[in-house]
C-alpha cells in the first residue's frame, strides 16, 4: 500500500500559498490606496469648499468698513465725522482713521480703542499695509499678525470710499499659535484648519489654528486663498474619516477574506495534490506488481519450456549416452592395443592414424559426456578442492595442441574452493578445451587463479583467439548454441549450471580478434550445505 503522508504542505502547494498571499496583499494594499486616494480627494474636496467660503468673507469685511469710510466723507472734516459712528464690537479691538502724510508716513487722524490715539504716529506694520491699500484703492489689506500689548492682532487697512488721502483701519485680536477649541457644530466641523499668513507654512507665520501641529502631518490639503488683496495658506486634515468607516475598514475585510480564502484553496490544491500522487502511487505500485506477476508468469513459463525440453534431451541423451559409450570405450581398448603391438614399429603414417582415431574417439567421448552431464543434473557433493591440483590434472587430461603456448602460474599458497571435484574438473575441460578450439592456428593461453577479499576465490582462462562478436557472447550459455563445426553446443551451458549450482558466477570478457577470457568465481569457505542444483 501507499505509505502515509506527513501534514506538511508540499513545495507546489507552498509556491500556490505564497502566490495567493501576494495577491491577497497586493489586493489589500491596492483597497488602501484606492480609500486613500478617495479620502484625499474628499479632503481636496471640501478644502476647496472651504477656500471659497473664506474668499466670501472679502465682501463681508468690506462691508463692515464701507460705513466708516462713507462718515468719514460725508463732513467737512473727516476725523471728526469717523470718531461720530466708530463703536467697538466684541469681535474688533480698535478702529481708526488714518491720514497719509506721504512718502510712506502715516498719522493717526481718529481712533477708536486702546491702541491708538489721534495724532500717533502709525507703526511700520500698519504703515506697510495702509501703504498698499493706497495702491489698491478697489479692496483692503490684511496685516501680518504682530502684537501690542500682549494681544495678537491683524489689522483690516482699506482706502475704500474714504476721503482722498484717508485710510479707515480696524484691529481684530487673533488666536493664539497654540491650536484654539475646535468648532465641532459648525457647517466645516469634520475639519481641522489652520491659517498661515502667505503662501508657506511656517509656524512663525500661524494665524490661527483648531489642532496642534501634528494633526496636519498625515494625510492633509493646502490652498491658497485670497482676502481682499492679501494671500492666506489655508491647510487642513480631516478630524475623522470622510469616506466612512466601512470603506475606511474595506482593505481589512478584503485581507481577512482573501487570506481566508488563499488557505480554502490552498488546502483544496494540496488535497488535490496528494490524491493525484496517491492516485500515480498506487498506479505505479499495481504497475510494479503487474510488472512482477509477468516477469514471474515469463520465468515460470520458460523454467516449464526448459524442463519439457530437457526431459526430452534427458531422455535422448541418456539413450544415446549409454548406447555411444559403450562402442567408443572398446575403439580406446583397441586404439591401445593397436599402439602396444606397433609399438616397433617405424611407419609414421601408422603412428598419425592412430593419433588422428585417439583424438577424434577423445571428442566423441566429450560429447558423450556433455549429453549426460546435462541431462543427470546431479547434486553436487561439496567438498574443499585443491585449485591448484585440479588445474594441473586438467591440463594432463587434455594436453595442450603445439601451437599454443600455455602460460599456468601455481599459486605460492595453496588455494581451495567449495566444490564438486568431479563437476569442476568437468568445468576446467570445457574451458580449455573451448580455448584451444578458438586457437586454431596457435596463441597463447593464460591460467590463473587468486585468492579474492569477499571469501571467494577466481579462476581466470584467457586465450589469444579470435573473440566473440556481442551476438554471440549473448547466447554462448544457451544449450545446443554452438558456432563450431563440430560438437553440440553443450560445454558453456553445463559450465554455467555447475558454477550458478556451486554458488558462483562466471563471468566473460571478448573482442572479436583480441582472445576471450573467462572468470569464475567460487566460494573459498566451506559452510557444510551443499549448493542447490541449477534450474
Known amino acids: 500500500m501507499p505509505r502515509p503522508r506527513r501534514l506538511v504542505a508540499t513545495p507546489v502547494t507552498?509556491?500556490?500559498?505564497?502566490?495567493?498571499f501576494v495577491a491577497v496583499l497586493a489586493a489589500a494594499w491596492g483597497t488602501h490606496e484606492l480609500v486613500g486616494n478617495q479620502e484625499q480627494k474628499l479632503l481636496r474636496q471640501r478644502t476647496d469648499e472651504l477656500g471659497l467660503y473664506v474668499h466670501g468673507l472679502t465682501d463681508t469685511v468690506g462691508a463692515g468698513l464701507a460705513p466708516l469710510a462713507a462718515a468719514a466723507r460725508s463732513g467737512s472734516d473727516p476725523a471728526r465725522s469717523f470718531a461720530r459712528v466708530?463703536?467697538?464690537?466684541?469681535?474688533?479691538?480698535?478702529?481708526?482713521?488714518?491720514?497719509?502724510?506721504?512718502?510712506?508716513?502715516?498719522?493717526?487722524?481718529?481712533?477708536?480703542?486702546?491702541?491708538?490715539?489721534?495724532?500717533?504716529?502709525?507703526?511700520?506694520?500698519?504703515?506697510?499695509?495702509?501703504?498698499?491699500?493706497?495702491?489698491v484703492p478697489t479692496s483692503f489689506i490684511?496685516?501680518?499678525?504682530?502684537?501690542?500689548?500682549?494681544?495678537r492682532i491683524a489689522a483690516i487697512v482699506s482706502a475704500t470710499g474714504a476721503p482722498r488721502g484717508y485710510l479707515v483701519m480696524q484691529e481684530n485680536p487673533v488666536g493664539g499659535r497654540e491650536a484654539t477649541s475646535a468648532n465641532t457644530t459648525g457647517p466645516y466641523s469634520e475639519l481641522l484648519v489652520a491659517l498661515y499668513d502667505g503662501r508657506r507654512a511656517l509656524p512663525s507665520e500661524l494665524a490661527t489654528a483648531n489642532a496642534p501641529a501634528a494633526?496636519?502631518?498625515?494625510?492633509?490639503?493646502?490652498?491658497?486663498?485670497?482676502?481682499?488683496?492679501?494671500?492666506?495658506?489655508?491647510?487642513?486634515?480631516?478630524?475623522?474619516?470622510?469616506?466612512?468607516?466601512?470603506?475606511?475598514?474595506?482593505?481589512?475585510?478584503?485581507?481577512?477574506?482573501?487570506?481566508?480564502?488563499?488557505?480554502?484553496?490552498?488546502?483544496?490544491?494540496?488535497?488535490?495534490?496528494?490524491?493525484?500522487?496517491?492516485?500515480?502511487?498506487?498506479?505505479?505500485?499495481?504497475?510494479?506488481?503487474?510488472?512482477?506477476?509477468?516477469?514471474?508468469?515469463r520465468r515460470t513459463q520458460g523454467q516449464l519450456v526448459d524442463s519439457e525440453r530437457l526431459a526430452a534431451i534427458g531422455e535422448l541423451a541418456s539413450a544415446v549416452g549409454h548406447e555411444l559409450r559403450n562402442p567408443l570405450a572398446v575403439i580406446s581398448n583397441t586404439l591401445y592395443l593397436l599402439r602396444r603391438a606397433t609399438s616397433t614399429s617405424t611407419d609414421p603414417r601408422l603412428v598419425q592414424h592412430l593419433d588422428t582415431a585417439d583424438r577424434e574417439v577423445s571428442a566423441a567421448t566429450l560429447i558423450v559426456s556433455d549429453l549426460l552431464e546435462y541431462s543427470r543434473s546431479r547434486e553436487p557433493m561439496m567438498s574443499d578442492v585443491d585449485l591448484t591440483d585440479l588445474m594441473e590434472e586438467a591440463l594432463s587430461v587434455s594436453p595442450h595442441p603445439e601451437a599454443v603456448a600455455v602460460d599456468w602460474q601455481?599459486?605460492?599458497?595453496?588455494?581451495?574452493?567449495?566444490?564438486?571435484?568431479?563437476?569442476?574438473?568437468?568445468?576446467?575441460?570445457?574451458?580449455?578445451?573451448?580455448?584451444?578450439?578458438?586457437?586454431?592456428?596457435?596463441?597463447?593461453?593464460?591460467?590463473?587463479?587468486?585468492?579474492?577479499g569477499d571469501g571467494h576465490v577466481r579462476v581466470a582462462?584467457?586465450?589469444?583467439?579470435?573473440?566473440?562478436?556481442?551476438?554471440?557472447?549473448?547466447?554462448?550459455?544457451?544449450?545446443?548454441?554452438?558456432?563450431?563445426?563440430?560438437?553440440?553446443?553443450?560445454?558453456?551451458?553445463?559450465?554455467?549450471?555447475?558454477?550458478?549450482?556451486?554458488?558462483?558466477?562466471?563471468?566473460?570478457?571478448?573482442?572479436?580478434?583480441?582472445?576471450?577470457?573467462?572468470?569464475?568465481?567460487?566460494?573459498?569457505?566451506?559452510?557444510?550445505?551443499?549448493?542447490?542444483?541449477?534450474?
Do not use: C
Not at 491658497?224 to 475598514?249: I, P, Q
Open 14 to 20: 507552498a509556491a500556490v500559498l505564497i502566490g495567493l
Open 86 to 135: 466708530a463703536k467697538l464690537t466684541p469681535q474688533v479691538r480698535e478702529l481708526a482713521l488714518i491720514h497719509a502724510e506721504g512718502a510712506g508716513r502715516f498719522r493717526v487722524a481718529a481712533a477708536v480703542g486702546p491702541d491708538l490715539t489721534p495724532g500717533q504716529p502709525v507703526g511700520a506694520t500698519l504703515a506697510t499695509a495702509a501703504d498698499q491699500a493706497l495702491r
Open 142 to 151: 490684511i496685516t501680518p499678525v504682530y502684537t501690542v500689548g500682549g494681544h
Open 215 to 297: 494633526a496636519f502631518r498625515g494625510q492633509s490639503a493646502s490652498e491658497v486663498v485670497t482676502l481682499g488683496s492679501t494671500d492666506f495658506l489655508l491647510v487642513t486634515a480631516a478630524r475623522t474619516s470622510l469616506v466612512g468607516s466601512v470603506e475606511l475598514n474595506t482593505e481589512w475585510v478584503v485581507l481577512g477574506v482573501g487570506l481566508l480564502l488563499a488557505l480554502l484553496m490552498g488546502g483544496l490544491f494540496e488535497l488535490a495534490q496528494r490524491r493525484r500522487a496517491f492516485a500515480l502511487e498506487l498506479v505505479d505500485q499495481r504497475t510494479a506488481e503487474l510488472n512482477q506477476s509477468l516477469e514471474t508468469l
Open 410 to 452: 601455481p599459486p605460492a599458497e595453496p588455494l581451495t574452493a567449495v566444490a564438486d571435484r568431479d563437476q569442476l574438473r568437468q568445468v576446467f575441460l570445457n574451458l580449455l578445451s573451448n580455448a584451444y578450439d578458438a586457437m586454431p592456428e596457435g596463441g597463447s593461453l593464460l591460467l590463473r587463479v587468486a585468492r579474492e
Open 461 to 535: 582462462v584467457r586465450d589469444s583467439g579470435m573473440g566473440m562478436a556481442e551476438e554471440t557472447r549473448a547466447r554462448i550459455f544457451e544449450p545446443f548454441f554452438t558456432t563450431k563445426a563440430r560438437g553440440v553446443g553443450l560445454g558453456l551451458a553445463v559450465t554455467n549450471r555447475i558454477v550458478t549450482a556451486h554458488q558462483g558466477r562466471i563471468e566473460v570478457e571478448t573482442e572479436p580478434g583480441a582472445g576471450t577470457a573467462f572468470f569464475i568465481h567460487l566460494p573459498s569457505t566451506h559452510n557444510g550445505v551443499a549448493a542447490p542444483p541449477a534450474k
